[in-house]
């Protein structure tokens, strides 16, 4: 699933590409692409047309288009294999094209919302205060926010009686962050995925929450992470990341640390990949 580089790398897209156009026509081709929206699929085309789109916005791995001229917004989740492209109009349908909006202008391109898995989609939601999609305003802010509040995240995560992998992927608590992301963090940190986190002191809690956003910044640069063709950007690219990747996927390959083969085992319906050698499990806990 896209994690927080992937979904900012599509936000970028729209706002360089749909921000300030105004909507023609909607056409949804299936009623799961707007599951969420659920008035259904006339009424969501219905309200959008007429409307001008403001400056993609994300929060975590949600990104929404603003309705200038409401209070409401469109908000998007790719899922498994969404991908929001912006392709000209006269280009052939792709074959799990799931909705299609037209814009009111001479510039030939249309927003299209392709889905192979329709586990992503499109839905319309009134603003929360902060402008956020209500639906969403439970979401924390995520480490690349400049508004993200270092010291806030490590008193909270040292108070979760949870373990550390866990903590992570808790979107109340830090948003954006996925199984990849993780393993990649917490490989960087050194730290065992079923380390408590209580057991981590503020300057550790810090260092893995650095390593974090370290991570996400160099997958932004390259564009994201991208194991086949169903995450791409805006402009049907595919991104590098996973050429870099040090823990996620690299079973029984030598860690680039210390040569020791890397594990994966099962964890919560995924995997967690890390060495070893250099992510020693806690003492507390059997070994895996």
Same mark, same amino acid.
């Given at each position: 699933m896209p994690e927080l580089p992937e979904v900012e790398v599509v936000r970028r897209g729209l706002e360089r590409w749909v921000t300030g156009r105004t909507v023609a026509e909607v056409q949804v081709l299936h009623p799961r692409a707007v599951r969420r929206h659920l008035a259904g699929g006339e009424d969501f085309a219905v309200r959008l047309q007429g409307h001008r789109v403001g400056a993609a916005r994300r929060r975590g791995k949600y990104l929404w288009l603003p309705l200038e001229d409401t209070a409401a917004s469109v908000l998007g989740h790719?899922?498994? %294999?969404?991908?929001? *492209?912006?392709?000209?109009?006269?280009?052939?349908?792709?074959? &799990? *094209?799931?909705? $299609?909006?037209?814009?009111?202008? %001479?510039?030939?391109?249309?927003? +299209?919302?392709?889905?192979? $898995?329709?586990?992503?989609?499109?839905?319309? &939601?009134? #603003?929360?205060?902060?402008?956020?999609?209500?639906?969403?305003? &439970?979401i924390a802010r995520d480490p690349l926010d400049p508004l993200f509040d270092d010291d806030a995240f490590c008193a909270a995560l040292r108070l979760r009686r949870t373990t550390v992998k866990r903590a992570?992927?808790?979107?109340? *608590?830090?948003?954006?962050?996925? #199984?990849i992301y993780a393993d990649e963090a917490l490989w960087r940190a050194r730290l065992h995925y079923d380390r408590p986190t209580a057991t981590l002191t503020r300057p550790r809690a810090k260092e893995l929450l650095g390593h974090a956003r370290d991570v996400m #910044?160099?997958?932004?640069?390259?564009?994201?992470?991208?194991?086949? %063709?169903?995450?791409? #950007?805006?402009?049907?690219?595919?991104?590098?990341?996973? +050429?870099?990747?040090d823990a996620y996927g690299r079973e029984d390959e030598p860690c680039r640390r210390c040569g020791t083969a890397m594990r994966r085992r099962p964890w919560m319906n995924r995997s967690s990949y890390f060495c070893p050698r250099c992510q020693r499990p806690p003492a507390t806990r059997r070994p895996s």
């Open positions: 790719l899922g498994m %294999s969404g991908q929001l *492209l912006v392709q000209p109009e006269t280009a052939p349908d792709e074959k &799990h *094209l799931r909705i $299609r909006v037209r814009f009111d202008d %001479s510039l030939g391109t249309e927003l +299209r919302f392709v889905d192979q $898995r329709t586990f992503g989609g499109l839905s319309l &939601h009134d #603003n929360a205060p902060d402008g956020l999609p209500d639906v969403i305003a &439970h992570l992927l808790d979107q109340s *608590l830090i948003s954006g962050v996925g #199984n #910044n160099a997958a932004l640069a390259v564009g994201g992470t991208s194991f086949d %063709s169903l995450y791409v #950007n805006v402009n049907g690219e595919s991104g590098y990341f996973e +050429r870099s990747l």
